[in-house]
């Protein structure tokens, strides 16, 4: 396992990622105003079709639903970067942080090109594949969020878990403000029973999150509603909110690691 100045370098360059985030907030406001008048312009299935999604998004924080990963298609995944045999996730718990950092921004890169053909391939009939689109980003959202989670030696399973990852998708979408208080509420996430029942309670109100996530889409999905040339729109659309998500996931799984690393000690060998 990697020293406790390893540990150190690698949570430094996290806390100035976060920082960063700070100065992505007047592109995003930017690109999320022309989603009201995308709003008026919806037809009503659209609309239908993202409440579905606010049933769909709690019925997984409650059970897990159908978005639930396979741990065994990620324990062969491991397997293949580390070259040791890994039949549960304990095993995964003890490898070092920047192979984890490295799986998991390989999954990542494989994520955004499923995202890429996904978005290329609705974007073809425009406004009337839109209503296929969305859900199956969301799909792939929750998968991608899910995977970086085991690479990480994190149970989805578990319901705490899977209001960490809620979290993970919230953060990617929200404005500088809501960064900054994602950051603080999970910053010592896990560490009792109590913080972790404070984070699930915050998500009575998750139907922001489905609010937040709808809205990320802006104005690429406005061009998306246009027939033919969505293809390029929704490729660079689904590709562009993958990448982002899967960076936020890596980050702040990584940073969760690394501090309960140098809470246990973290001297390594």
């Not at 065994?72 to 718990?93: C, M, R, W, Y």
């Not at 509420?185 to 009575?204: H, N, P, V, W």
């Not at 982002?244 to 890596?250: I, K, P, S």
């Amino acid at each position: 396992m990697e020293s406790r100045d390893q540990l150190l370098k690698e949570l430094s360059l996290i806390e100035k990622w976060e920082k960063d985030q700070k100065g992505l907030w007047f592109w995003e406001r930017l690109g999320r105003l022309p989603f009201k008048m995308l709003d008026m312009l919806t037809p009503k299935f659209i609309q239908d079709k993202i409440g579905t999604l606010l049933d769909e998004l709690g019925s997984y924080i409650q059970t897990g639903g159908q978005y639930l990963s396979s741990e065994k298609s990620i324990f062969h995944f491991i397997e293949k970067k580390t070259g040791q045999q890994i039949n549960q996730l304990a095993d995964i718990q003890d490898i070092p942080v920047l192979v984890m950092k490295q799986a998991a921004l390989d999954l990542g890169e494989q994520r955004k090109k499923v995202a890429t053909v996904q978005g290329a391939s609705t974007g073809i009939g425009g406004i009337f594949t839109l209503a296929i689109d969305i859900p199956a980003v969301l799909g792939i959202s929750l998968k991608t969020l899910q995977e970086i989670a085991m690479i990480h030696g994190y149970d989805p399973n578990d319901k705490a878990e899977r209001v960490f990852i809620i979290k993970c998708l919230q953060f990617s979408s929200a404005d500088v403000v809501g960064k900054q208080a994602i950051i603080n509420e999970l910053s010592d996430y896990g560490k009792s029973d109590k913080q972790t029942r404070e984070a699930i309670s915050q998500l009575q109100g998750w139907r922001e999150v489905t609010v937040t996530f709808t809205e990320q889409f802006g104005w690429k999905k406005l061009f998306q509603m246009i027939p033919v040339a969505g293809i390029l729109f929704g490729a660079f659309a689904n590709r562009s909110m993958i990448s982002d998500l899967a960076e936020t996931g890596t980050m702040l799984y990584q940073k969760r690691r690394i501090v309960e690393r140098l809470g246990e000690g973290g001297d390594g060998e």
